[in-house]
């Protein structure tokens, strides 16, 4: 089983998805790629995080509800066609808190998107992994304790499988990451 980034990454970058998402914010596919691609550990992380505090899976399960019946991640096509697909602003803004600047700027230098686009492009994304978690949630009847590992486990095959992630970890820290304390930075990094 893949996890949820490398699903969502496949969801994302396959059909007329990844057209769809450059199309809006005005972005090279490619680059639009590479954003999505760096940006899907750095949603996982601060869930995982935010899962990690004392209220903090219940606050995720609230922002999970917010989905209504319509999961993005059920048809991410209609989510991306939607005029409000960006409307996972608040959402991503919720997780991040006031790291989402430093992200969106590390992302865009890295891809050369503006820092504007990159932004709209978590925002296009964070409502799919939040409807890819949820129905996770759901299918595996979790509670708090199992979301807040299974989003632990989430986060970490997210950062492993992408080393444009490390590389922008280190470029919103200025400094060099070891390999062995990668999640402790980025749990730092997201107020952990």
Same mark, same amino acid.
Do not use: C
């Given at each position: 089983?893949?996890?949820?980034?490398?699903?969502? #990454?496949?969801?994302?970058?396959?059909?007329?998805?990844?057209?769809?998402?450059?199309?809006?914010?005005?972005?090279?596919?490619?680059?639009?790629?590479?954003?999505? &691609?760096?940006?899907?550990?750095?949603?996982? &992380?601060?869930?995982?995080?935010?899962?990690?505090?004392?209220?903090?899976?219940?606050?995720?399960?609230?922002?999970?509800?917010?989905?209504?019946?319509?999961?993005?991640?059920?048809?991410?096509?209609?989510?991306?066609?939607?005029?409000?697909?960006?409307?996972?602003?608040?959402?991503?803004?919720?997780? #991040?808190?006031?790291?989402?600047?430093?992200?969106?700027?590390?992302?865009?230098?890295?891809?050369?998107?503006?820092?504007?686009?990159?932004?709209?492009?978590?925002?296009?994304?964070?409502?799919?992994?939040?409807? #890819?978690?949820?129905?996770?949630?759901?299918?595996?009847?979790?509670?708090?304790? &199992?979301?807040?590992?299974?989003?632990?486990? !989430?986060?970490?095959?997210?950062?492993?499988?992408?080393?444009?992630?490390?590389?922008?970890?280190?470029?919103? !820290?200025?400094?060099?990451? !070891?390999?062995?304390?990668?999640?402790?930075?980025?749990?730092?990094?997201?107020? &952990?």
């Amino acid at each position: 089983m893949d996890s949820i980034s490398t699903d969502a #990454m496949k969801m994302l970058s396959s059909g007329d998805n990844l057209s769809a998402i450059s199309k809006k914010v005005g972005g090279d596919q490619n680059a639009v790629k590479s954003a999505i &691609g760096m940006g899907l550990p750095m949603i996982m &992380g601060p869930m995982a995080n935010t899962a990690s505090k004392p209220g903090g899976a219940d606050m995720l399960t609230g922002l999970m509800s917010k989905l209504g019946g319509s999961n993005p991640a059920d048809n991410v096509s209609g989510h991306l066609s939607d005029p409000k697909a960006s409307g996972g602003s608040d959402m991503l803004s919720g997780l #991040m808190g006031g790291q989402l600047t430093t992200v969106q700027n590390a992302i865009s230098n890295k891809t050369r998107l503006p820092p504007a686009a990159v932004g709209q492009v978590l925002a296009m994304v964070t409502p799919v992994v939040m409807g #890819m978690v949820s129905k996770k949630f759901t299918q595996q009847k979790m509670d708090s304790k &199992g979301l807040t590992a299974f989003l632990g486990n !989430e986060s970490k095959a997210a950062m492993q499988s992408s080393p444009d992630a490390a590389d922008l970890l280190k470029q919103v !820290e200025g400094g060099r990451v !070891e390999k062995a304390g990668f999640m402790a930075k980025l749990k730092g990094l997201f107020g &952990g």
